[in-house]
T-cell receptor, first 115, second 108 residues
Framework: DSGVTQTPKHLITATGQRVTLRCSPRSGDLSVYWYQQSLDQGLQFLIQYYNGEERAKGNILERFSAQQFPDLHSELNLSSLELGDSALYFC??????????????FGPGTRLTVL | GIQVEQSPPDLILQEGANSTLRCNFSDSVNNLQWFHQNPWGQLINLFYIPSGTKQNGRLSATTVATERYSLLYISSSQTTDSGVYFCAVGEYGNKLVFGAGTILRVKS
């Protein structure tokens, strides 16, 4: 158990719909990262938040957005879903303030299926 | 951006055999991690090893940062070692860039 939790584990929805994925980082971790794993693109970074503020963006579509709340949990919102959005979405956390080790720990993932 | 190449892409072993997986990266990094993705899709942390050598049971890893490569050694492989092994690199506090992975199948 990495200490990172994600809900839900599985999500099945239809094209055009909107879903929200939730992530709770390890206790004390300030950074939250979202990654997407698809068959054709592999594991790709989407977006990073650090202590509530957006830190970096990767290959994140405009239809996708995220935020990190004051209690440091994060949500990834996916809208106008397309078949190609079907993937495994991971959340990871790292960086305790004042500690140099920035090892990232991954949650179990949310498997999204768009029909 | 940083490029990460893993080799071999596929590996089939008989139970009890040893193996070496390689990860080459294109730029200097402050973070290098090895992961095992099990058949259920979970990413399990194996090593955080931006430089040096570490060992954990039957697994060990070495990163030579100056030559931009890392090696993961699996000894006395077991069927439960099957899955995909990923190398990922990054700069301090920033995103990880993943390699394409090595698919390992251990046969009994």
């Amino acid at each position: 158990d990495s200490g990172v939790t994600q809900t839900p584990k599985h999500l099945i929805t239809a094209t055009g719909q909107r879903v929200t994925l939730r992530c709770s980082p390890r206790s004390g971790d300030l950074s939250v990262y979202w990654y997407q794993q698809s068959l054709d693109q592999g594991l790709q970074f989407l977006i990073q938040y650090y202590n509530g503020e957006e830190r970096a963006k990767g290959n994140i579509l405009e239809r996708f957005s995220a935020q990190q709340f004051p209690d440091l949990h994060s949500e990834l919102n996916l809208s106008s879903l397309e078949l190609g959005d079907s993937a495994l979405y991971f959340c990871a956390s790292s960086v305790k303030e004042g500690q140099p080790n920035n090892e990232q720990f991954f949650g179990p993932g949310t498997r999204l299926t768009v029909l | 951006g940083i490029q990460v190449e893993q080799s071999p892409p596929d590996l089939i072993l008989q139970e009890g055999a040893n193996s070496t997986l390689r990860c080459n990266f294109s730029d200097s990094v402050n973070n290098l991690q090895w992961f095992h993705q099990n058949p259920w899709g979970q990413l399990i942390n194996l090593f955080y090893i931006p430089s040096g050598t570490k060992q954990n049971g039957r697994l060990s890893a070495t990163t030579v940062a100056t030559e931009r490569y890392s090696l993961l050694y699996i000894s006395s492989s077991q069927t439960t070692d099957s899955g995909v092994y990923f190398c990922a690199v990054g700069e301090y506090g920033n995103k990880l860039v993943f390699g394409a992975g090595t698919i390992l199948r251990v046969k009994s």
